[in-house]
């Protein structure tokens, strides 16, 4: 799980889980949730109706499609046994950040990574930023929900279907026609989940703009007392094939449910596709802060797969650029003047003036080829020499630092994360609580935790124990700054 907090009560949150989904888990990796002005935005449909082999348990409910995460080649995400791994994260002023890849939820994908940004726009409130980049198989699939209430559409037309589900006309809410009996058959496995959404309506033709108002009931009564009506404003720039929008309901025998939630999926399809589905999302109490979304055209040619910048016009006349990139070696300018390079960066400009810039494992941003924010160092890098391999109430690891990547000042690395190379289940990722200067420009750092992933064979310790990398290991600490 990740978190990006809010200090305000009934601030700006997000929930990102990246976790394991074997057992009673959902096929939910990369899920998230919104939760602000004391209400969630976009809920989990949480525990089924029977936890026994219940068709709707394991094709709907814990299935991928009905989850705020995209579904690959029309099937569930494969049961892991590890949480993904962790590749950035910050907890600035104004912009928060989780990112986190997971390629093992198919066995078709070599990557399925998501970036999550909240920005702020005044205290407590703001939007989130989201760049979900899907690469493999030949058809992906966003999914999205908001809460309880009714929904309205922007920027395409749909044609509602007469009857039916999004399976088709001629199939039933629930009713798959390859299920021979009234229980769940796992020779089949969980199917796409269309069956379950109904009330269908769609558009069969490219999109590359669709915004949904979701005007949110207060379902659990958080807000009783408080004045105004809360909204969610969902803005989709990614070019998909297929728009739809359907209900989908969440389980029935739960006191207080709601009926139905509705649901947004927007398809793409191609041969050994790639996807960025870049959204942003705006949780508010009666009026928006935003008067815009758009993504900013580059200069020169650039695949949105590889980079992309997000711009923001809020309704007081500021400007937000956004800048995520999967290529830290290359700079990237748009057509508005803003050149960036690294994986991470953000400006908010007012009347031509700068109020805010922000960089992560980022080299520089400027405009019109002035500088505006610039790292001493973007990330410090080196190898693993050493660590902890027996259990003990303090935990360390012995690294190697490359020479050109020492930062100015070593108490600067502290509260921020490690993150080490591993081919062995689950990932490597540690708060760094101290750090020490060693012999031979090495140095030990003192973690949260410790290597050891567990016993060697099991169950007995006689025999060892296995750790979550390797001594050698390459490591990155990405480093922020701001102004």
Known sequence: NAFLRSDLLGGLNLHMYYGRTKGHGHMDKMNFEIIANRINYTPDLGYPEYAEQFPKRYEWTSHTISHNTVMVDLSAQNGTDY????????????????????????????????AMCTVETSPGKGYVADFFRVQGGSAHELSFHGGEGNVS???????????????????EFGRRKDRKTVMFDFSLGRGNGYHYLYDVAKAEKPCGYVKLTYCIKDTWAQRTGLEGKPYLDAYFLTETDRTVIAKGQPPVNKIGNPPYLYYYLGRRQGEDLKSNFVSVYEPYIDNSEIRSVEKAPFKDAVDEFEAVCVKVTLTDGRVDYLFHSLNEETSFTVRDGLEFKGRLGFVRFKDGRILHAFLSCGEYIKAEGKTILEASVPAVTGYTVDFQKNPDSINYIDVAIRENTLPKSLPDLLGRYIYIETKRPGNAVYQIQDIQSGKNGKFRIIIDETPIRGYKNGVNGKDGFSYRFEEGAAFTIPLSFSL
Do not use: F, H
């Open 83 to 114: 949480a993904g791994y962790p590749i950035g994260y910050e907890d600035g002023p104004v912009v928060k950040y989780i990112e986190a890849d997971d390629p093992s939820v198919y066995d078709q994908t070599n990557m399925y990574r998501r």
């Open 153 to 171: 559409v922007e920027g395409i037309e749909l044609i509602p279907q007469k009857k039916g589900t999004l399976q088709g006309e001629d199939t």
